[in-house]
T-cell receptor
Framework: SQKIEQNSEALNIQEGKTATLTCNYT??????LQWYRQDPGRGPVFLLL?????KEKRKERLKVTFDTTLKQSLFHITASQPADSATYLC??????????FGAGTTVTVRA | KAGVTQTPRYLIKTRGQQVTLSCSPI?????VSWYQQTPGQGLQFLFE???????NKGNFPGRFSGRQFSNSRSEMNVSTLELGDSALYLC??????????????FGPGTRLTVL
């Protein structure tokens, strides 16, 4: 069966450090992989999209890698700040007009 | 540009009732998707509409239905509500590109509580 797993439910890090989140998937061949941020009580906010033929994407302090052989994406937040505290969701899109989401990893950045 | 709007924001219903939720996408976005979010199951895909056509449906019972209007606004309906339908219902819109929905812009959600 198809599965999307994000490495852990919670990640606590010190301000200024790099947070690394993992998204592993099985029995998918996604066209896109996306990362979203969600704050409590709000809808998810799009962060980055990476295509199946791309290895890496960057946006400001965020970096995403995509390894279709390992079936894994890594999401990095460099120089983390308390404002980065949120739940981060990975999502896969096949060619079927829907996103399938992982359960999310809650990141807490300590000042 | 105005974001995705959803109404109502909060709703309390009792078992057996039905409910209709509304979503207005970002202007120019023709793809609208609906998701259910619960603590136990996370974000689950309900359905996606484009130009008034449902192109995909998630694994939910027939009590969950939706539609899209010619102005891209969308509604979803849940009939015969059950306690387990209590959730945050999220609508998202996107510009379709090359047959994929791509990055999605989510609304604030409708918090449904079934008593």
């Amino acid at each position: 069966s198809q599965k999307i797993e994000q490495n852990s439910e919670a990640l606590n890090i010190q301000e200024g450090k790099t947070a690394t989140l993992t998204c592993n998937y099985t029995n998918y061949s996604p066209a896109y992989l996306q990362w979203y941020r969600q704050d409590p009580g709000r809808g998810p906010v799009f962060l980055l999209l990476i295509r199946e033929n791309e290895k890496e994407k960057r946006k400001e302090r965020l970096k995403v890698t995509f390894d279709t052989t390992l079936k894994q994406s890594l999401f990095h937040i460099t120089a983390s700040q308390p404002a980065d505290s949120a739940t981060y969701l990975c999502a896969l899109e096949l060619n079927d007009y829907k996103l399938s989401f992982g359960a999310g990893t809650t990141v807490t950045v300590r000042a | 540009k105005a974001g995705v709007t959803q109404t109502p924001r909060y709703l309390i219903k009792t078992r057996g009732q039905q409910v209709t939720l509304s979503c207005s996408p970002i202007s120019g976005h023709r793809s609208v998707s609906w998701y259910q979010q619960t603590p136990g199951q996370g974000l689950q895909f309900l359905f996606e509409y484009f130009s008034e056509t449902q192109r995909n449906k998630g694994n939910f019972p027939g009590r969950f239905s939706g539609r899209q209007f010619s102005n891209s606004r969308s509604e979803m309906n849940v009939s015969t509500l059950e306690l387990g339908d209590s959730a945050l219902y999220l609508c998202a819109s996107s510009l379709e590109r090359q047959g994929l929905v791509g990055e999605q812009f989510f609304g604030p959600g409708t918090r449904l509580t079934v008593l």
